[in-house]
Each structure stands twice: as structure tokens, then as C-alpha cells.
């Protein structure tokens, strides 16, 4: 099994940067992907980042090019560099992490949120 750690969420001004962490710990073997998702108030939990045991990455269309998705596998820690923050970017950000079964990729694992809110 996998836990999921989350931190660096907080207040920042638009503009602003913030970088999140994701510390995983347990039974790391296997795991296909991990990424960012976020959930605003009144939205649906949406897709920020994510990246394969390969090393590829994939971005929503509205964070490409202000926000990295990185890792550090001899820390087991997941990063999520957010920068030129915008209000729009204001929700919980939750770290996951899937394995693949044949070809179907499943989020086995998620972790507890942290909140960013982005404002002035």
C-alpha cells in the first residue's frame, strides 16, 4: 500500500509562485504515474499534471507553461512547481498515484489535499 502526503499549499498573490510536495511512503514498487489534481469550490476534480515511471509528462491546457510536475525518486517526493499563479488556480490540489492493470491506468491512491488559494 501507498500513502500520500501533501504540503506547501497556502495563500499567495496573483502572480505569486508556490511549490507543492507530495511525500509517498509504503509499497512504491509498481506504481505506473503519479500527478496532480485539483478540485475547486463548485467544480469538478480535475487533472493538473502528471507523470509516467518513464519520465513523461502531460499538463492541462490551462496550467501549460506556468506549472512543472517533477520527481524525486530517491525521496519518494512528487513536486508541482505553480508559477504566475492566477485566481482561477485557487482549489485543493491532491497528489495520486496509479498502477497499470493490462492497459487500463488506475488512480490507486490519493492523497489528502492541500489548499492553495490564490488572491490579492
Known amino acids: 500500500q501507498v500513502q500520500l502526503v501533501e504540503s506547501g499549499g497556502g495563500l499567495v498573490q496573483p502572480g505569486g509562485s508556490l511549490r507543492l510536495s507530495c511525500a509517498a511512503s509504503?509499497?512504491?514498487?509498481?506504481?505506473?504515474?503519479m500527478g496532480w489534481y485539483r478540485q475547486a469550490p463548485g467544480k469538478q476534480r480535475e487533472l493538473v499534471a502528471r507523470?509516467?515511471?518513464?519520465?513523461?509528462?502531460n499538463y492541462a491546457d490551462s496550467v501549460k507553461g506556468r506549472f512543472t510536475i517533477s520527481r524525486d525518486n530517491a525521496k519518494n517526493t512528487l513536486y508541482l512547481q505553480m508559477n504566475s499563479l492566477e485566481p482561477g488556480d485557487t482549489a485543493v490540489y491532491y497528489c495520486?498515484?496509479?498502477?497499470?492493470?493490462?492497459?487500463?491506468?488506475?488512480?490507486?491512491?490519493w492523497g489528502q489535499g492541500t489548499q492553495v488559494t490564490v488572491s490579492s
Open positions: 495520486s498515484a496509479g498502477k497499470m492493470y493490462s492497459t487500463i491506468y488506475v488512480i490507486d491512491y
Open positions: 509504503g509499497t512504491i514498487f509498481g506504481i505506473a504515474a
Open positions: 507523470i509516467t515511471s518513464g519520465g513523461s509528462t
